[in-house]
């Protein structure tokens, strides 16, 4: 009998996985995380709010400190301060120079990106808040008292995390167009209101209407509707035109509140459907 010799079994094609390598695309065996990165993850997580021991804990206390310092910084301007407050002043300074400092460092340590965090804007604040104070502490020259009041910045740090902020500078942005239309049409009626208030009472009142330089602080606290009193119209045709002012000032004040009005609602409104996606429909 005539013997078969079995298939000879073909090479395995170029680029095939090997037996028991695991095929292309198959599910990829991730690195499990280092205690370095969950320290890093936990510590982001609780200077943002949303730590889940911790809660809105350390931003609150932050908040808190800030307006601390707020308060101390008006104390610092009483004269005649009793010698053991104006040492807790400088001691609750010093203090705040190191919570700010440290803030600004451990959040260049847990940011994904430390260089773009630095160059950011709140990065920027954040630095502010204790730079000028480390810089210039116990300094008492002019320069170094004008640049110290730069820890006054530490107030917006106020707003760092707050969404309603991010709405508003949405806002801001959304209808910039229409505000800066409104703010050259009211650039040329603060000019025109005090050319024609100088029109009509330069003479009259050349103490207070000689030149329409002199005419613009009234025509700007008229168009505000301020309205100081420090100057005011005596002729007739001087009080027609102050109350015409007066209404033109009542639209220009009320049109950028509506536009930014609208915009915030529109934001708003945004918001709450992203955050209950099945109440988008209702009216």
């Known amino acids: 009998m005539m013997k078969i010799d079995a298939p000879a079994q073909s090479a395995p094609a170029k680029g095939a996985p090997s037996k028991g390598?695991?095929?292309?695309?198959?599910?990829?065996?991730?690195?499990?995380?280092?205690?370095?990165?969950?320290?890093?993850?936990?510590?982001?997580?609780?200077?943002?709010?949303?730590?889940?021991a911790f809660g809105k804990l350390v931003p609150a206390a932050i908040g808190i400190f800030i307006l601390a310092t707020a308060v101390a910084v008006a104390m610092e301007t009483v004269p005649d301060l009793p010698p053991w407050i104006a040492r807790t002043l400088m001691i609750f300074e010093l203090v705040a120079v190191g919570v700010f400092a440290a803030e600004y460092v451990l959040r260049l340590l847990v940011a994904k990106r430390p260089l773009n965090y630095a160059l950011s804007f709140w990065g920027i604040v954040d630095l502010l808040s204790f730079l000028p104070t480390l810089l210039f502490l116990g300094t008492d020259m002019l320069a170094a008292r004008v640049l110290r009041l730069l820890r006054l910045v530490r107030l917006l740090?106020?707003?760092?995390?707050?969404?309603?902020?991010?709405?508003?500078?949405?806002?801001?942005?959304?209808?910039?167009?229409?505000?800066?239309?409104?703010?050259?049409?009211?650039?040329?009626?603060?000019?025109?209101?005090?050319?024609?208030?100088?029109?009509?009472?330069?003479?009259a009142q050349p103490e207070d209407f000689g030149s329409i330089p002199q005419s613009l602080w009234w025509a700007l606290v008229t168009l505000t509707t301020v309205g100081y009193g420090d100057a005011v119209p005596v002729t007739g045709g001087g009080r027609v035109f102050a109350g015409l002012v007066i209404i033109v000032g009542l639209g220009i004040v009320a049109l950028p509140t509506a536009l930014m009005t609208a915009a915030l609602m529109r934001g708003a409104k945004a918001a709450r459907d992203d955050r209950h996606p099945n109440r988008r429909d209702e009216p």
């Not at 599910?27 to 609780?46: E, I, Q, S, T």
């Open 21 to 52: 390598a695991p095929a292309k695309g198959g599910p990829v065996r991730r690195r499990p995380p280092r205690p370095y990165d969950r320290l890093r993850a936990g510590a982001r997580a609780a200077l943002r709010g949303r730590h889940p």
């Open 157 to 203: 740090k106020l707003f760092k995390r707050e969404t309603a902020f991010d709405r508003l500078t949405k806002a801001v942005r959304e209808v910039g167009e229409e505000l800066s239309l409104v703010a050259i049409a009211a650039a040329i009626t603060l000019y025109l209101a005090a050319v024609g208030i100088y029109f009509f009472e330069h003479r």
